[in-house]
């Protein structure tokens, strides 16, 4: 449903003198300020169709990010981009399989295909995204032993990316999430985003899931506990 179609629903209803607020529906459009970045996590030739870790219908994101990207001043990519035999690869330890488990120094780690390898063609962020006014790329995950989902903290929980002092020093106090997947590195960021004090949302239908063992709804369930906002793009004005 559009926008408009809300509104005018809405203008029906309130003729028809029933209360706004019993409508699930979103009033007032969101118009994201000069203060809001839209983040668009790792939306890379590994994670869609045709790439070594394939998210479901990960491509579909492209075009609603490309129409999003209209409505914000701000606009911040981020890179999955892992040295090959990453510590995060089935491949680094033998007799293991992607999607089993691991312990790794820091906790229980996925091991996934080998992914994002630095400089490769399957690293590339896919052609189709076109933002040509995103200010910058937070390249994650580089470290040889330690993975980054989020886009703020890899895995330890101790090495920063920089993004939040680059966000904070330059004024910004919202993120708007997309990308992929939503389960893990969107979550992930959506999560240490409030922790560092931000206002987060996370644009449901401009993200995809991985879905393994139930990840995407108990990822949903930790990002509503931390206050985290889950909307739609036709929530947000575009031009
Ligand atoms: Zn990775």
């Known amino acids: 449903m559009t926008v408009l179609s809300r509104r005018s629903l809405l203008q029906s209803a309130a003729a028809a003198g029933l209360a706004a607020q019993a409508l699930p529906l979103r009033a007032k459009p969101l118009k994201p300020s000069a203060r809001a970045a839209l983040l668009v996590i790792d939306v890379q030739n590994c994670f869609v169709e045709g790439g070594t870790l394939p998210v479901k219908s990960g491509a579909e994101v492209v075009p609603i990010i490309n129409k999003l990207s209209t409505a914000f001043a701000n606009i911040v990519l981020t890179q999955d981009w892992h040295t090959a035999g990453h510590a995060s690869f089935a491949s680094s330890y033998p007799g293991k ?53 989020s886009a703020f903290e890899e895995a330890d929980r101790k090495t920063r990316t920089g993004l939040a002092g680059y966000l904070k020093e330059r004024g910004i106090r919202t993120v708007y999430l997309t990308g992929l997947a939503t389960d893990f590195c969107v979550a992930w960021t959506a999560l240490d985003a409030r922790k560092l004090g931000f206002n987060v949302y996370v644009i449901e239908d401009a993200t995809r899931a991985i879905d393994l063992n139930g990840s995407l709804a108990a990822a949903w369930k930790k990002m509503k506990a931390a206050g985290v906002k889950r909307i739609q793009s036709a929530d947000i004005v575009t031009a």
């Open 97 to 149: 399989k992607p999607f089993e488990t691991t312990k790794l120094k820091y906790g229980q780690q996925v091991l996934w295909p080998d992914h994002c390898v630095q400089g490769t063609d399957d690293a590339a962020l896919r052609g189709d995204l076109k933002l040509p006014t995103a200010q910058l790329i937070v390249r994650k995950g580089f470290h040889q032993d330690v993975d980054s989902y």
